[in-house]
């Protein structure tokens, strides 16, 4: 359906988790939802009314993978992405796994049919492309063209990844 109001769609907002295990490992699902190419994707989803980024990604990280026990959520970058025709705005949130080696579950088997953690130089491909962006950002890295990132003014909580 075309829409001929002349008005343009509203940004999508939304949360990246990389939620560090206590060895720098980070969690990444299998993502299989219907309609879309299996890729590789970091726990998230969109901001409710009302939440913080910060508590949008305790919530989906717990919604996505079972993993409750979520400390240390920070802020790292907002990621934006205006490629297509309507502008996706994804805060990047570093966080930490409460317990030294949590195991996650499978409680929406409709979009994610596994998790795994990966160390930050060994990820699985293909990366979802907001989970692509953020882990590039957090490893300091360049992004690909019509991304543009900000990085967050508040000292992060730990390192980035990388030498």
């Given at each position: 359906?075309?829409?001929?109001?002349?008005?343009?769609?509203?940004?999508?907002?939304?949360?990246?988790?990389?939620?560090?295990?206590?060895?720098?490992?980070?969690?990444?699902?299998?993502?299989?939802?219907?309609?879309?190419?299996?890729?590789?994707?970091?726990?998230?989803?969109?901001?409710?009314?009302?939440?913080?980024?910060?508590?949008?990604?305790?919530?989906?990280?717990?919604?996505?993978?079972?993993?409750h026990?979520?400390?240390?959520?920070?802020?790292?970058?907002?990621a934006?992405?205006?490629?297509?025709?309507?502008?996706?705005?994804?805060?990047?949130?570093?966080?930490?796994?409460?317990?030294?080696d949590?195991?996650p579950?499978?409680?929406?088997?409709?979009?994610?049919?596994r998790?795994?953690?990966?160390?930050?130089?060994?990820?699985?491909?293909?990366?979802?492309?907001?989970?692509?962006?953020?882990?590039?950002?957090?490893?300091?890295?360049?992004?690909?063209?019509?991304?543009?990132?900000?990085?967050?003014?508040?000292?992060?909580?730990?390192?980035?990844?990388?030498?």
């Amino acid at each position: 359906m075309t829409d001929t109001s002349g008005e343009r769609p509203r940004p999508v907002v939304g949360v990246g988790v990389l939620l560090l295990r206590s060895d720098g490992a980070v969690l990444l699902g299998h993502r299989v939802k219907r309609g879309e190419p299996a890729s590789w994707c970091l726990p998230g989803g969109s901001v409710e009314a009302g939440e913080t980024f910060e508590e949008a990604a305790v919530r989906e990280t717990a919604e996505e993978s079972g993993i409750h026990d979520v400390t240390d959520a920070r802020v790292f970058t907002v990621a934006l992405d205006t490629r297509g025709s309507r502008t996706h705005v994804t805060a990047g949130v570093l966080a930490r796994a409460g317990t030294p080696d949590p195991v996650p579950a499978l409680p929406e088997p409709d979009v994610f049919d596994r998790w795994v953690w990966a160390g930050p130089d060994d990820l699985p491909a293909p990366l979802f492309p907001a989970s692509a962006v953020l882990l590039a950002a957090w490893r300091g890295e360049s992004v690909p063209a019509g991304w543009t990132l900000y990085p967050a003014a508040a000292t992060p909580a730990y390192p980035q990844a990388g030498p």
